[in-house]
């Protein structure tokens, strides 16, 4: 009897500090929530990294999903609650804010691209980008992958610049409008057309195309990317739109062929 009333107190003093010690152990932090992030198809790879790095110094994970700007804003207006837009033109942040869609006190232009003609990698055509130029050569029996004009940003831009140099008329008929610039680039990429337009930082990504030449910067609307929290984001998206805009972010910008807006 002795020895179980023994056993039983050692046992109790036992539970007794570990609750103790329990007691006295910090609470856990909860885990903050995802920051829900829409981006322009054409961020993909820097932002990636630049959203890696502000989780890493503010401890808030990020999501991103990226797709045309046009599907993206088109989302929103549907009720997709992300907190932040990027989008690869002004037009698909004016058509959100001019429907109070996002807040237009966060909004800021955030890096700007240029717009390149592309083709396979091993491919011998030649292009001089002047008016007048004719491309039906070098398409061959091929056709000219892009953005879809209508709504797809790359293909607002490409359209402008072929009608700058006179070109349009001739190959509107011959595009291949994809969903968005990846889709583009990766119709040239796996050699199903000769040519495609898409911005630089596209073509820099990925080795299978190379620039054929670079679309004169007057013949285009300036390519910018604004950025915005959304009308129902988070208050954490004004520190990562912060960031986003700001001088640590600028050498990963670079890095991905991205260009610095004058100030």
């Known amino acids: 009897m002795r020895f179980t009333q023994s056993r039983m107190a050692a046992t109790l003093a036992v539970l007794i500090t570990f609750l103790c010690a329990a007691s006295r152990a910090p609470a856990r932090e909860p885990e903050k929530p995802e920051l829900l992030v829409f981006a322009a198809a054409s961020l993909t790879n820097v932002l990636e990294e630049l959203s890696a790095d502000w989780t890493r110094r503010s401890g808030v994970p990020v999501k991103l999903s990226f797709a045309a700007s046009s599907a993206l804003a088109r989302q929103i207006e549907a009720g997709g609650h992300a907190d932040v837009f990027v989008s690869a033109d002004r037009e698909w ?22 717009l390149v003609l592309i ?37 607002r831009y490409a359209r402008a610049a072929l009608q700058s140099l006179g070109a349009w008329n001739v190959l509107k008929d011959r595009l291949v409008p994809a969903d968005n610039v990846r889709g583009a680039l990766n ?7 000769p040519l495609g337009v898409v911005y630089a930082t596209d073509a820099r990504a990925e080795k299978a195309v190379r620039v054929v030449a670079t679309f004169p910067a007057d013949s285009h609307a300036p390519i910018v990317y ?5 009308a129902v984001g988070r208050p954490e998206a004004i520190g990562y739109l912060t960031y986003l805009s700001g001088t640590t972010a600028v050498v990963t910008w670079k890095k991905y062929g991205f260009q610095e807006l004058a100030k």
């Open 187 to 193: 119709f040239v990429a796996r050699g199903e057309v």
């Open 226 to 230: 604004p950025a915005a929290k959304t």
């Open 119 to 155: 083709a396979p990698a091993d491919s011998k055509a030649r292009v001089t980008l002047t008016r007048g130029v004719d491309l039906t050569a070098a398409l061959g029996a091929g056709r000219l992958a892009t953005g879809d004009p209508a709504t797809v940003p790359v293909g």
């Open 93 to 114: 942040m004016d058509y959100l804010a001019d429907r109070e869609l996002i807040d237009g006190a966060s909004r800021r232009d955030v890096v700007g691209n240029s």
